[in-house]
């Protein structure tokens, strides 16, 4: 079992990998608290990914130290680390009922038999799957599948858990279900979770954190309100959620659409700007809309469908308000 | 028509001239060669009662058994290793792994088996060697014994042992072998709980392969083994050939066949063979 004194926060100091000339990860720095939930996002390529695989020990790290608990593990070979990992596609033995995946990390340990027994029905109802014990991997659905690469990788109690997109291959229904399921798992075992995705939704609705990744460095780091909320440039705006950029006397705001109001007619006093309908798409609880300024830019709007208004129509003129608080600063250059 | 076409599915008529090919060149001679073991010289067990009669055709039969397992061993142990180094090596040494390879493979047993006889000679290159460098101060007998027809058998074998190997180990995922480490096994746990039982239907699939092979083996046993190791393959062609007993080669040939059903019946009892045999592993 892991060491009770490991209380599972984590120091990235610095920490480089390079392919030949290619930096993968560039300088980052990075302390992961005990017991949070942090996602590392970022598009394919920004290097969240290998990140994940130098503190889990399969890659060397280039430059720079990762520290458990202040003391470094960066020559810690990747089976000594402790560290449990759900893998992008699940990586279970298939050869192995349920039972003997799950109990995998204590037999190589080689822990008394009824120990693992009970530890893995512990696991095993963790994840609501006691029926299913005594299958093998290829017969279970991918979101079982899940359920069981995660009771693996936390049947040692290990400090620190490493999630690798572990919802990529299921649909999208079910990937909101196992959100919830996540969620509700961390809250229950209280290991730190590092999760890595290029899925902004899953991002904001599951992490106490969430690290912006590009190009092997870190935008920003948040709680996911402070980086929708409070975005510093332009790629933590777009890439999280949707914004529209206003240039201003030399500055640049992040408008988030759904913070804009829009009054048909150019009557009102407080318009901050004025434009006319181009393009409305209806998405059932809201619907979007593009308004060409008389700036000559192009504004979206997204609008509750409750709220108005059905003679919105293309071609209409329309005033768009919205208060100061909503337009945020962005750093530029 | 349309009530065969009712009972009959018509993709049987596209695939009739191969089942007519099957069934006249392979179960046809394969029939006919069991009806010879029962009927030659007289009908009945004659034949088969030779097994028992002096212990002449028990002791070629036990030859043949032994030697084919000892050279299933040894090539399915290489092959293992060397399909191993290739799938785990760098692309480039990889191709040329292949090529070695396959070009062994290309090369005809009779070549293979000639090449053998001049290496292995009194006065061969690795005697020589041996006696040059002190190691030894006498000829080693490698050739007219059993350690020839095995040196000579087991070379041949290797890249049948590798190929199947190399499919079953190509198609792992090396996630899987990730995840092992990642839930602290160390390589040689590793290795025993998970790679070698996810190759086992390569491993039993190579197995089978050069075992069933080795038992019809002929001109490596005629020309290493030099007349002193006589498996079946060889008797039965000179009971064919210069005695003329077809009734005897015929059960040999029987017995042969006969313990090779045998043996994929019991492998089939621990496995599907449908996993042995590239089908879906579920």
């Known amino acids: 079992m892991a060491d009770p004194t490991q209380t599972g926060s984590l120091q990235i100091r610095n920490v480089s990998k390079f392919f030949g000339q290619f930096r993968a990860v560039n300088d980052i720095c990075l302390d992961i608290r005990n017991g949070e939930f942090l996602t590392l996002l970022g598009p394919s390529g920004s290097g969240k990914t290998t990140l994940l695989m130098m503190i889990a020990g399969f890659l060397d790290i280039s430059k720079g130290e990762i520290a458990l608990d202040g003391a470094s593990i960066s020559d810690v070979p990747a089976e000594k680390r402790n560290f449990g990992m759900v893998f992008q596609g699940y990586a279970l033995f298939p050869h192995m009922t349920v039972r003997d995946n799950v109990g995998y990390a204590l037999s190589v340990r080689k822990r008394p038999a009824d120990e693992i027994r009970n530890r893995v029905d512990e696991m095993l109802e963790l994840v609501q799957l006691q029926e299913f014990a005594d299958r093998k991997p290829g017969q279970l659905s991918g979101g079982q599948q899940q359920r069981v690469a995660l009771a693996r990788a936390l049947c040692f109690a290990p400090p620190v858990l490493l999630l690798d997109e572990p919802l990529g291959a299921l649909d999208k229904k079910l990937r909101v279900e196992v959100q919830e399921q996540l969620k509700d798992i961390h809250r229950r075992v209280g290991t730190t979770f590092i999760y890595v995705t290029h899925d902004q939704e899953e991002a904001l609705s599951m992490s106490d954190r969430i690290v912006i990744m590009r190009d092997g460095a870190i935008e920003q780091v948040g709680t996911p309100k402070e980086l929708y909320e409070r975005p510093i440039n332009q790629f933590t705006a777009s890439f999280l959620g949707k914004s529209n950029f206003i240039h201003q006397n030399g500055k640049v705001f992040a408008l988030r659409p759904e913070k804009i109001d829009l009054m048909p007619g150019n009557e009102n006093a407080e318009a901050r700007m004025r434009g006319a309908i181009r393009n409305i798409t209806y998405f059932g609880s809201m619907q979007r809309i593009i308004v060409d300024t008389d700036e000559g830019a192009e504004i979206e709007v997204d609008i509750d469908v409750w709220r108005n208004a059905s003679d919105l129509a293309e071609g209409l003129r329309v005033d768009l308000l919205w208060k100061d608080s909503a337009a945020v600063e962005l750093q530029t250059g | ?282």
């Open chain 2, 1 to 282: 028509m349309q009530a065969l076409n009712r009972h009959i599915h018509p993709g049987w008529l596209i695939i009739a001239p191969l089942m007519l090919m099957v069934v006249a060149l392979y179960l046809g001679p394969i029939l006919n060669i069991l009806w010879l073991s029962v009927t030659d010289p007289e009908p009945g067990f004659s034949n088969y009662a030779k097994l028992t009669e002096g212990d002449a055709l028990i002791r070629i039969v036990w030859t043949t058994v032994r030697i084919c397992i000892i050279t299933t061993l040894f090539s399915v142990i290489f092959g293992y290793s060397i399909a191993y180094a290739m799938v785990h090596c760098h692309q480039r040494q990889k191709t040329y792994m292949l090529t070695l390879l396959l070009v062994s493979f290309w090369i005809s047993i009779l070549v293979r088996t000639f090449a053998w006889l001049m290496l292995l000679g009194r006065k061969g290159l690795v005697n020589v060697t041996l006696e040059d460098i002190g190691l030894i101060a006498e000829p080693v007998a490698f050739m007219r014994n059993e350690l020839g027809v095995l040196i000579g058998m087991v070379h041949y074998m290797i890249p049948y042992a590798v190929l199947p190997l190399l499919v079953s180990m190509q198609s792992i995922d090396q996630r899987v072998m990730d995840a092992s480490r990642n839930l602290g096994a160390s390589g040689s746990q590793t290795f025993w709980r998970v790679y070698l039982p996810m190759t086992m239907p390569g491993l039993v699939a190579s197995t089978l392969l050069v075992f069933i092979l080795s038992l019809g083996f002929y001109v490596t046993p005629a020309v290493l083994g030099g007349g002193k190791v006589l498996m079946v393959a060889e008797y039965i062609s000179v009971q064919l050939l210069v005695t003329l007993k077809w009734g005897t080669a015929a059960m040999l040939a029987a017995i042969m066949l006969i313990g090779v059903l045998v043996m994929l019946w019991i492998m089939s009892r621990f496995m599907k063979l449908s996993t042995v045999f590239g089908g879906a592993a579920r």
